[in-house]
């Protein structure tokens, strides 16, 4: 059974930083592209980070660009968004999701942790 189980998230001040974690199990880790996404209160969801371990790329959003780092343990199967420098506007609830295709097409989420930014 594959599952996705994030954690991390939190309530933090503006300019502050959290490293979000999704550990995964079921699947082979390593050889899969992973991604984050986030859903902002009332909106759709946005496309963070993805990374494909396997080629060793990474790839961000504009609006996260230099201030996320997505990263991968493939020893622990786990996949991280270290963020740094967070606004108001980051607040949302981050999932973790596999992308199958490599191009954005998602089987499987983790529940989500969300990231409350706020003074």
């Known amino acids: 059974e594959v599952q996705l189980v994030e954690s991390g998230g939190g309530l933090v001040q503006p300019g502050g930083s959290l490293r979000l974690s999704c550990a995964a199990s079921?699947?082979?880790?390593?050889?899969?592209?992973m991604s984050w996404v986030r859903q902002a209160p009332g909106k759709g969801l946005e496309w963070v980070s993805s990374?494909?371990?396997?080629?060793?790329?990474?790839y961000y959003a504009d609006s996260v660009k230099g201030r996320f780092t997505i990263s991968t343990d493939n020893a622990k199967n786990t996949l991280y968004l270290q963020i740094n420098s967070l606004k108001p506007e980051d607040t949302a609830l981050y999932y973790c999701?596999?992308?199958?295709?490599?191009?954005?097409?998602?089987?499987?989420w983790g529940q989500g942790t969300q990231v409350t930014v706020s003074s």
């Open positions: 999701a596999r992308d199958l295709t490599g191009w954005g097409e998602y089987d499987y």
């Open positions: 079921g699947f082979t880790f390593s050889n899969s592209a």
């Open positions: 990374i494909y371990s396997y080629i060793s790329n990474t």
